[in-house]
């Protein structure tokens, strides 16, 4: 437990747990009025997870508009406040700081190019771009006028950009021509030339980023600085009804293909902007950075829309974190004074293991607050975050959800005591229930299956073009409850710990064990960087646990390692967690946004390495990896 610090405009226990004690319709209603609303609401949910009347929606008779309540509700008292801050992808070149001013004028110009290019209410429009401003100024623009935005992260291949834009059948594309990451180009135009010979697309804007040279076809490509031009810097934001979507993201497919999630445009709003204050103790004004890329939920939540609906200053960073050097998040810390950071755990495990210099010879003195998101951060990192990073200054605010929620559900504020690798307390109107394979309610401190019991205003509202979709894979499961796919413990203290998915849970001899244990116990061990662990046939045991382990850049496999570490895994968690095989490998299969997926490694441990057994990889960051971990598999 790391005890509770007092912490400007934040919650401590007690006041978290009052508040979320007091949620009721009024509560809602009253809440909501943190927006600007055009037509105030006068419900607060309405919904039934019930088959027979299954319908979510919240604040009814709602009218608003998403962009005037992030930019132009701020213009009186903050228009020559930064509200974005670009810190591009080589640190020398010049970074950028924009207004709440100047991005009301971007985004009326982004909206009147969209408008002249025929896109109206309810279009969907795709935006495929690098981590640049524009990427912003695009999805607002898209939420002015009222479209419907499905941002494609930039990494994607032709095939998956095509693939996204005929499922939610877009036919504009937004995007540069080309990107830069980590000291290499992305061929953006060209990607979207290939995806126009599979999908039908009628118009591309092109964003000039780099000045790298593309191809404009006549008829279809448009560049954004020329059409810019041609149109007005004012554009009245259209009011949308707060059930009207905002925006449809694919999930990252860690588990299977994609889903087109639906997210709308009054709950979804509020939630990201009121999870934001509430996780991060947020104040008008100040610098938050997420590292993600806004081609995730987490960069649409806490890169752009909860950070602007706040009137703070966000960091959009179109770089990596291991370039130039491991030490570039720290020193962008410094150059900008950023106050707080929310990153991933994979980051931080690729960081940790390139020695504590890189992050020690930064100063990091203007960091508050250290934020983390989208796998569970086993121990180790978390102490390291805190201690190293954080120097013991800043609280670590893990926070635990998915695209289908909109943004955090679990988490602490910054005021509360701390457990390493626990998101602690739900947010208010949060009910996390844990339930057994039966769906027998489970009581106490326990494991089990993670459910929510009621709705919350940023929940999605549909897989796009597939309605039964939504309710076949998150409420069938367990009757009345939204199923979340993964596993948690809630301990005596009330405190929740995410073990995982469920379909991670390996049963061993008849022990169930998550497989974030296992991993958090390797990765305690000086010579091991990352781990992941599946469950593997076996005759007498039911399952085996196979364990892919990457070691840190100064050790070197060796049969002698391999029997330490499941030596170290028997101390750890006890004979019953003892590795049945332990691979080394090099690289792991990993998401674009990082996951590891296991689904592949579950494969190639049961034997199964046909590309038919290994299913759809396309969202994999470097297929590659899979190769290496398929031709030293072991027990061949
Ligand atoms: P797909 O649904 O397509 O398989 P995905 O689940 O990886 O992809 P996301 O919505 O980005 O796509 O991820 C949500 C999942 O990430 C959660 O269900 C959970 O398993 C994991 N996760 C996110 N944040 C945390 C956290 N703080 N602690 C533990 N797990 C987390
Ligand atoms: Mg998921």
Redesign the pocket.
């Known amino acids: 437990m790391v005890t509770a610090q007092a912490f400007p405009g934040a919650l401590d226990r007690d006041g978290r747990e009052a508040l979320n004690a007091g949620v009721s319709d009024a509560f809602w209603l009253d809440a909501v009025k943190r927006l600007d609303w055009m037509t105030p609401p006068t419900q607060a949910g309405d919904w039934s997870f019930e088959k027979d009347d299954f319908h979510i929606r919240w604040f009814g008779e709602g009218v608003l508009n998403v962009s005037a309540n992030c930019i132009d509700r701020h213009l009186t008292e903050r228009g020559d406040q930064v509200a974005i801050v670009f810190e591009p992808d080589e640190p020398d070149d010049r970074f950028h700081k924009f207004t709440y001013r100047e991005v009301h004028r971007a985004v009326c110009r982004f909206a009147n190019v969209m408008k002249s290019q025929g896109v109206r209410k309810g279009d969907r429009v795709t935006i495929y771009m690098p981590m640049i401003p524009e990427a912003a100024f695009a999805m607002l623009a898209c939420a002015r006028i009222g479209a419907v935005h499905s941002v494609v992260f930039g990494g994607f291949s032709p095939e998956a950009l095509a693939g996204r834009l005929e499922d939610c059948g877009s036919r504009i594309v937004i995007t540069a021509d080309e990107g830069r990451r980590g000291g290499k180009s992305v061929p953006l135009k060209a990607n979207v030339d290939a995806a126009c010979a599979i999908a039908e697309i009628d118009t591309v804007i092109v964003v000039q980023a780099t000045g790298g040279e593309v191809t404009m076809q006549d008829g279809r490509d448009i560049w954004y600085h020329e059409a810019a031009e041609t149109v007005s810097a004012d554009c009245p934001p259209e009011p949308m009804n707060a059930e009207d979507p905002l925006f449809i993201l694919y ?6 293909k ?2 087109g999630v639906m997210h709308t445009t009054g709950g979804y709003l509020f939630w990201a902007a009121y999870t934001h204050e509430l996780c991060f103790a947020h104040q008008p004004g100040q610098l938050f950075w997420c590292t993600a890329d806004v081609g ?2 987490t960069g649409h939540s806490y890169v752009v829309y909860g950070p602007l609906a706040n009137g703070g200053a966000t960091l959009m960073f179109e770089g990596v974190p291991n370039y130039p050097t491991p030490s570039r998040f720290w020193e962008v810390c410094d150059k900008h004074q950023v106050e707080t950071i929310f990153t991933a755990p994979t980051a931080l495990r690729a960081l940790m293991r390139e020695g504590d210099d890189f992050v020690t010879r930064t100063s990091r003195s203007s960091l508050k607050l250290l934020g ?6 086993n121990p180790e990192a978390w102490r390291w975050y805190h201690d190293v990073v954080g120097e013991g200054r800043c609280p670590v605010i ?7 929620t909109g943004a955090a559900l679990i988490a602490p504020s910054p005021a509360m005591p701390l457990k390493p690798g626990s ?1 602690t307390l739900p947010l208010p109107g949060v009910t996390p229930e844990l339930v057994d394979a039966d769906g027998q309610v489970l009581e106490g401190a326990t494991s089990g299956n993670l459910c929510l019991t009621t709705s919350w205003p940023g929940m999605m509202r549909g897989v796009w073009g597939d309605a039964d979709r939504f309710f076949q894979t998150y409420f069938t499961a367990y009757p009345g409850k939204y199923f ?3 596993g948690a413990r809630r301990d005596a203290d009330g405190y929740w710990w ?1 073990t ?2 469920v379909d991670d849970v390996i049963n061993v001899s008849g022990h169930r064990m998550g497989t974030a244990e296992v991993e958090s116990a390797l990765v305690l061990h000086a010579d091991v960087a990352e781990a992941a662990v599946v469950g593997m046939p076996h005759d007498i045991k039911g399952q085996g646990i196979y364990a892919y382990v990457t070691l840190n850049a100064d050790a070197t496999p060796s049969d002698q390692l391999r029997r330490e570490l499941v030596q170290w895994v028997r101390r750890e968690i006890g004979p019953i967690a003892s590795p049945d095989a332990l691979q080394f490998a090099p690289g792991l299969p990993k ?1 674009r ?1 990082g ?1 590891i997926m296991r689904r592949i490694l579950r494969k190639i441990a049961e034997g199964e390495v046909s590309a038919a057994a290994l299913g759809d990889t396309s969202t994999l960051a470097d297929p590659a990896v899979v190769d290496d971990l398929v031709a030293n598999r072991i027990g061949q």
């Not at 999930?251 to 299977?256: A, F, K």
């Open positions: 999930t990252s497919g860690s588990t299977g994609p889903k995730w939920v983390t998101v989208g796998e569970p951060i893990d926070t635990w959800w998915q695209t289908e998101a979340t796919g993964d995410i995982g998915r998401t946004s996951k």
